[in-house]
């Protein structure tokens, strides 16, 4: 006796699986004149597979020229096998991209590689981040001087400070289109003023400003955490680069 075809939810989870699982099958596939047709399943399958390891060689143009075209196509689709998106807008997939090729042994001795891949997928968030007007200098310049080391900023929904200590700024501004001249600094800040997609070089004293600020912790200790900074050019340019949205301040007591 033939079994009873799936209800629909059922037959909708089986075949979003077998999608992703080579070994598994789909009950119920028939073609026009009602005889299986497994080899049609497989157009679909392969197609899904095919389309986003597309959509990370889009997102991660760099990261791809760096790795091989053959390579880079190996690990997505090993990606893609093992982390199916979880979000129907496409442009959030990948988000730990970079985290599943640190694993691949054959990056191992190139560990700038995920750093790039960071990046690429840092700058592709701020591009898609919700709007805000960005803190302008003459608006810290409004707050009272003694309320300064009090001051709190709210990052910007655009911006991100990311570490990079292996070079990875440097190999994606080489591998960029168009290329910039390599910058040695071990972090970036990703911003996006005027809707334009921006990394800037910092140091790692500046870096040891910013990210506490950025955190939202006060600019005093803020400006304690990071000795060795110079806080009125960081200031400047985390404010330049539009890194804030907003300020408050303690009133002093």
Same mark, same amino acid.
């Given at each position: 006796?033939?079994?009873?075809?799936?209800?629909?939810?059922?037959?909708?989870?089986?075949?979003?699986?077998?999608?992703l699982?080579?070994?598994?099958?789909?009950?119920?596939?028939?073609?026009?004149?009602?005889?299986?047709? $497994?080899?049609?399943?497989?157009?679909?399958?392969?197609?899904m597979?095919?389309?986003?390891?597309?959509?990370?060689?889009?997102?991660?143009?760099?990261?791809?020229?760096?790795?091989?075209?053959?390579?880079?196509?190996?690990?997505?689709?090993?990606?893609?096998?093992?982390?199916?998106?979880?979000? $129907?807008?496409?442009?959030?997939?990948?988000?730990?991209?970079?985290d599943?090729?640190?694993?691949?042994?054959?990056?191992? $001795?190139?560990?700038?590689?995920?750093?790039?891949?960071?990046?690429?997928?840092?700058?592709?968030?701020?591009?898609?981040?919700?709007?805000?007007?960005?803190?302008?200098?003459?608006?810290?310049?409004?707050?009272?001087?003694?309320?300064?080391?009090?001051?709190?900023?709210?990052?910007h929904?655009?911006?991100?400070?990311?570490?990079?200590?292996?070079?990875?700024?440097?190999?994606?501004?080489?591998?960029?289109?168009?290329?910039?001249?390599?910058?040695?600094?071990?972090?970036?800040?990703?911003?996006?003023?005027?809707?334009d997609?921006?990394?800037?070089?910092?140091?790692?004293?500046?870096?040891?400003?910013?990210?506490?600020?950025?955190?939202?912790?006060?600019l005093?200790?803020?400006?304690?955490?990071?000795?060795?900074?110079?806080?009125?050019?960081?200031?400047?340019?985390?404010?330049?680069?539009?890194?804030?949205?907003?300020?408050?301040?303690?009133?002093?007591?």
């Amino acid at each position: 006796m033939a079994e009873p075809p799936p209800r629909r939810a059922e037959a909708q989870a089986a075949f979003a699986a077998a999608l992703l699982d080579r070994s598994q099958r789909v009950a119920g596939l028939v073609d026009g004149h009602g005889r299986a047709a $497994p080899e049609r399943f497989m157009v679909w399958r392969n197609t899904m597979r095919a389309s986003l390891a597309d959509a990370l060689g889009a997102a991660f143009p760099a990261t791809r020229r760096l790795m091989g075209d053959d390579y880079f196509r190996a690990a997505a689709l090993h990606y893609v096998e093992r982390e199916p998106p979880r979000s $129907p807008l496409l442009m959030t997939y990948g988000g730990n991209f970079a985290d599943a090729i640190a694993r691949l042994p054959g990056l191992a $001795p190139y560990p700038f590689v995920p750093e790039v891949a960071r990046l690429e997928f840092c700058r592709l968030t701020a591009y898609h981040a919700a709007d805000a007007a960005p803190l302008r200098p003459e608006d810290l310049a409004a707050l009272a001087a003694d309320a300064l080391p009090t001051a709190r900023f709210d990052a910007h929904p655009a911006a991100a400070l990311l570490p990079l200590p292996a070079g990875g700024l440097a190999a994606w501004q080489k591998n960029a289109d168009p290329p910039a001249d390599p910058s040695p600094e071990p972090a970036a800040l990703v911003t996006r003023p005027d809707l334009d997609v921006r990394v800037t070089p910092l140091s790692a004293a500046a870096a040891d400003f910013a990210a506490p600020l950025l955190a939202g912790r006060p600019l005093g200790e803020s400006a304690a955490l990071a000795e060795n900074a110079d806080i009125v050019e960081v200031l400047s340019v985390l404010l330049r680069e539009g890194a804030f949205c907003r300020v408050s301040v303690t009133s002093p007591t």
